[in-house]
């Protein structure tokens, strides 16, 4: 079945006479003993509901989270036990900075090194992993954040293999939609369901999605027993936002590479980072491949002054000055507030659903006023 049709008809009850069309908030914490719901800390029809139409969308097997940081904490801290000992992390340039803390905060405690790979280039990315003496898990993704680079899966994958690493894909800002990191033989794909799976800021959640069934039941031990597991409420919110995920990411992309034009005329093509400005550039090949849409999220730059920057944000009437994406309402960041080590006039912006024209009036006015 095509993505558009999985969201809608994936994670639903059995089709039978009487019966509802959605999974109801079950709204309580336990059950009559004998059947086979035990207790919610285990899972419920709702959270089953999500993770089945994510294992469509993915093509494996999916566990919910509380958040997407509790999906990444779970896979790390599970595999490192199921190592048996402290292991050695490749981490991709540009990785969210909360997982990157995560690994920071597990150091001596599960996690034994890590390194970061450089993601200048599909080049620099592959001979800084072959390049690694010793990894047991390599994160990867792509694109990455703020910058957009993009890194080809399916070869990293390879390399990572090749000295028996787990390849970890958060594929939060490609979405389903584009990318399908297990497609690439990636092992675990994690999202942020508070992103675009959820769509409008209005609920945090987290997946993380198996090709092994042996690792699923040991990451599912961590999540009872850690009691990571995504509310029912949640749960009900993010399969309903999954629903129009196709339709909203398909909408979004469009809005994204008009407004790249826009930015382009002000700014120059060179200010902006997209992947679909990366398409026919040496070293890409992979990418139609890899993503078959280029996604919504963007950014571009304004130098080195911040307060141009933020002043820029502040005058934007419709786009929302927020640290957030996958919206349907689009959303900027002056990224050098979250990271370290980022251009001070660099602007992250999650492309929404707002009718094109009044999305491009609005940062158009923006610019003329820089
Ligand atoms: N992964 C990516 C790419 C993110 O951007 C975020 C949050 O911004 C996370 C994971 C963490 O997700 P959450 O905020 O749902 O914990």
Not at 17 to 23: D, E, F, K, M, V
Not at 52 to 68: I, K, N, R
Not at 177 to 198: L, R
């Amino acid at each position: 079945m095509e993505k558009s049709t999985i969201v809608i008809h994936g994670g639903r009850p059995k089709r039978v006479t009487g019966a509802p069309l959605n999974y109801p908030i079950g709204a309580t914490s336990t059950f009559v003993a004998g059947g086979s719901a035990i207790y919610s800390r285990f899972g419920t029809d709702v959270t089953r509901g999500l993770e089945d139409v994510v294992s469509d969308l993915e093509g494996g097997e999916t566990l919910s989270f509380a958040s997407g940081l509790a999906g990444v904490k779970a896979v790390i801290d599970t595999y490192a036990r199921v190592m048996g000992r402290g292991i050695d992390v490749a981490i991709v340039e540009g990785a969210y900075n909360g997982t990157r803390m995560q690994l920071n905060s597990a150091k001596g405690i599960g996690v034994r090194s890590i390194t970061t790979i450089p993601a200048d280039s599909p080049g620099a990315f592959c001979s800084g992993l072959r390049s690694l003496e010793g990894v047991d898990l390599v994160w990867l993704e792509t694109p990455t954040n703020p910058l957009m680079a993009v890194l080809p899966i399916a070869e990293a994958v390879v390399i990572a293999k090749g000295k028996g690493a787990l390849v970890v894909v958060d594929n939060t800002f490609a979405t389903p939609i584009a990318t399908n990191p297990i497609e690439f033989g990636a092992d675990v794909v994690i999202h942020s369901a508070t992103k675009y799976f959820g769509g409008h800021s209005d609920v945090l959640g987290g997946t993380a999605s198996f090709s092994d069934p042996a690792l699923v039941k040991e990451v599912d031990l961590y999540r009872r027993l850690n009691g990571s597991i995504l509310g029912d409420f949640e749960a009900f919110l993010i399969l309903r936002g999954i629903r129009t995920l196709s339709l909203r990411v398909r909408a979004a992309c469009e809005n994204a590479s008009s407004l790249i034009g826009l930015l382009g005329e002000y700014l120059g093509s060179e200010s902006v980072h997209h992947p679909s400005l990366l398409v026919g550039a040496s070293g890409y090949e992979f990418l139609p491949r890899q993503m078959l849409l280029y996604g919504s999220m963007l950014s571009f730059d304004l130098g080195p002054n911040p307060f141009v920057a933020e002043r820029f944000c502040e005058r934007l009437r419709l786009a929302i000055n927020s640290t957030s994406l996958g919206a349907v309402e689009t959303q900027v960041e002056r990224r050098e507030k979250q990271e370290v080590g980022i251009s001070p006039g660099l602007i992250r912006v999650s492309v929404g659903i707002e009718a094109q024209r009044d999305l491009l009036d609005d940062f158009r006015q923006a610019l003329d006023l820089l």
